[in-house]
T-cell receptor
Framework: DAGVIQSPRHEVTEMGQEVTLRCKPISGHNSLFWYRQTMMRGLELLIYFNNNVPIDDSGMPEDRFSAKMPNASFSTLKIQPSEPRDSAVYFC??????????????FGPGTRLLVL | GEDVEQSLFLSVREGDSSVINCTYTDSSSTYLYWYKQEPGAGLQLLTYIFSNMDMKQDQRLTVLLNKKDKHLSLRIADTQTGDSAIYFCAEKAGANNLFFGTGTRLTVIP
């Protein structure tokens, strides 16, 4: 298996622009998580989905952030408009909710976002 | 709410053992995890332990869990320079969420 796939790996954009981060979970995994990592706050859970349905989005910082999961193999995290304080590494993770391996989340390589 | 705490830094000499400690607050945690993050990379699962276990060993890694004190540790035997990374402790206290500590940056001195 290719693991969790994220794109792009790096993104540099200007303040005010729209940013879309993409994630493909591991096949067969039906929970998907978006995290943000910064020096100041460490690793924060933004939102997670079960079976493509958002379950808890309490970690989403504000209305500029939105996430979708249109099908079991794809999710997006969108920031519109972006601000310099959104600069961070954004991780996607997935896991199965039943059967062997359900206790483990697997992380993607992350998208490094820099908003100028 | 859940709170997971770790010391920020640890330095050891190559060949020595490293012990990274973690404390957590939620006594209902079902699983506890150790993840490793190398520079510029994502989080890699190293090992995990179920809450009804006291110890788990996997090659150079030994996890100890003191459930009474809510204390988790990761021991790395014969630490190598390739073990230099940030190590995150995490607990699974609900159906889905993981709560992460701040991470401990391990530096291995040759």
């Amino acid at each position: 298996d290719a693991g969790v796939i994220q794109s792009p790996r790096h993104e540099v954009t200007e303040m005010g622009q729209e940013v879309t981060l993409r994630c493909k979970p591991i096949s067969g995994h039906n929970s998907l998580f978006w995290y943000r990592q910064t020096m100041m706050r460490g690793l924060e859970l933004l939102i997670y989905f079960n079976n493509n349905v958002p379950i808890d989005d309490s970690g989403m910082p504000e209305d500029r952030f939105s996430a979708k999961m249109p099908n079991a193999s794809f999710s997006t995290l969108k920031i519109q408009p972006s601000e310099p304080r959104d600069s961070a590494v954004y991780f996607c993770a997935s896991r199965r909710t039943q059967g062997p391996g359900q206790e483990t989340q697997y992380f993607g390589p992350g998208t490094r976002l820099l908003v100028l | 709410g859940e709170d997971v705490e770790q010391s920020l830094f640890l330095s050891v000499r190559e060949g020595d053992s490293s012990v990274i400690n973690c404390t957590y607050t939620d006594s209902s945690s079902t699983y506890l995890y150790w993840y490793k993050q190398e520079p510029g990379a994502g989080l890699q699962l190293l090992t995990y332990i179920f809450s009804n276990m006291d110890m788990k060993q996997d090659q150079r890694l030994t996890v100890l869990l003191n459930k009474k004190d809510k204390h988790l540790s990761l021991r790395i035997a014969d630490t190598q320079t390739g073990d230099s990374a940030i190590y995150f402790c995490a607990e699974k206290a609900g159906a889905n969420n993981l709560f992460f500590g701040t991470g401990t940056r391990l530096t291995v001195i040759p």
